[in-house]
């Protein structure tokens, strides 16, 4: 069955370091996007993804946070300065219709020290 | 203003009971519907997909909409120790965001 990779399932990072999350989403998929869930709170959207351009992306989404699909197959996820409150569990999912539910990834686990 | 509320348990049931879980949410422009499982330290697994209001039964699993009272439901027939997991309602309206319930965290005894 068709997965999403994500790498690397967990980061250790210092406060201040950019940090970048990797993505290999379904083949055929269209749409991708990233989600966080800090722990034991609700898995929240950060931002989606279509046609090589940011289509819709929420207030966590700062300019501390960019998306790029540098290939075509690998989609990335870059915080350019972590802070402690950024220590969460980031999900990659994609879709291949804007409406249909996503397939997530395994997720990384980044903690920022 | 939450967008979506879900009761985060935990629940605990005897193997082969039903279960119920139930999301209720506030924004009227939802229309797509989801329920995902997702085990300790993995992704959300999707196990149901609805669009608008009604019933859809897959195996041992039942998702119910109704719209009128912005509430949704997943029932589980036979509930086996696989079962035992978070369970996470989503929702969507017109754009690609979706709200998470919190999960409710199910354990089934053999």
């Known amino acids: 069955e068709p997965e999403v990779t994500q790498t690397p399932s967990h980061q250790v990072t210092q406060m201040g370091q950019e940090v970048i999350l990797r993505c290999v989403p379904i083949s055929n998929h269209l749409y991708f996007y990233w989600y966080r869930q800090i722990l034991g709170q609700k898995v929240e959207f950060l931002v989606s993804f279509y046609n090589n351009e940011i289509s819709e992306k929420s207030e966590i989404f700062d300019d501390q946070f960019s998306v790029e699909r540098p290939d075509g197959s690998n989609f990335t996820l870059k915080i350019r300065s972590t802070k402690l409150e950024d220590s969460a569990m980031y999900f990659c999912a994609s879709s291949p219709t804007d409406s249909y539910g996503y397939t997530f990834g395994s997720g990384t686990r980044l903690t920022v020290v | 203003q939450k967008e979506v509320e879900q009761d985060p348990g935990p629940l605990s049931v005897p193997e082969g009971a039903i279960v119920s879980l139930n999301c209720t949410y506030s924004n009227s422009a939802f229309q797509y519907f989801m329920w995902y499982r997702q085990y300790s330290r993995k992704g959300p697994e999707l196990l149901m997909y609805?669009?608008?209001?009604g019933n859809k039964e897959d195996g041992r699993f039942t998702a119910q909409v109704d719209k009128s009272s912005k509430y949704i439901s997943l029932f589980i027939r036979d509930s086996q120790p696989s079962d035992s997991a978070t369970y996470l309602c989503a929702m969507s309206g017109t754009g690609n965001q979706f709200y998470f319930g919190t999960g409710t965290s199910l354990t089934v005894i053999p």
């Open positions: 609805t669009y608008s209001s």
